[in-house]
């Protein structure tokens, strides 16, 4: 599971990063075949999408062989290493009201797989 976010976490701050040095990307945009080129053309975005990759394969093998009704409550745990990453390494601004969000969903979790 901690593979998993992991390299769910990873793959999105490199898709994010990419994404921030070509200044986003907008569907349907005018200029969004551009910016889609531009990002391809980031080893970031072609890092992270190996990396979400990955993600994809081991939570096959989670769903596969846990109960889906506790794998898929733990990714919520990346929330709080999402919000850390997003301010500590891309500069966002996590408001106390999204921390105390992400404290409950924790500790929703917490319960759930004690349950």
Request: charged share 15%; hydrophobic share 55%; glycine share 14%.
């Amino acid at each position: 599971m901690l593979l998993a976010i992991g390299f769910g976490l990873g793959g999105t701050y490199l898709i994010r990063a990419a994404l921030v040095d070509v200044g986003g990307f907008t569907v349907g945009s005018r200029t969004a075949a551009r910016q889609l080129r531009r990002l391809t053309s980031k080893r970031r975005f072609w890092a992270g999408g190996g990396l979400i990759g990955a993600t994809l394969v081991v939570s096959l093998d989670l769903y596969g062989n846990q109960d889906l009704s506790k794998v898929v409550p733990l990714y919520s745990l990346s929330y709080v290493l999402v919000a850390l990453i997003g301010r500590l390494f891309l500069g966002e601004r996590v408001t106390l009201r999204r921390w105390i969000a992400i404290l409950v969903i924790v500790a929703g979790v917490v319960v759930l797989v004690q349950s």
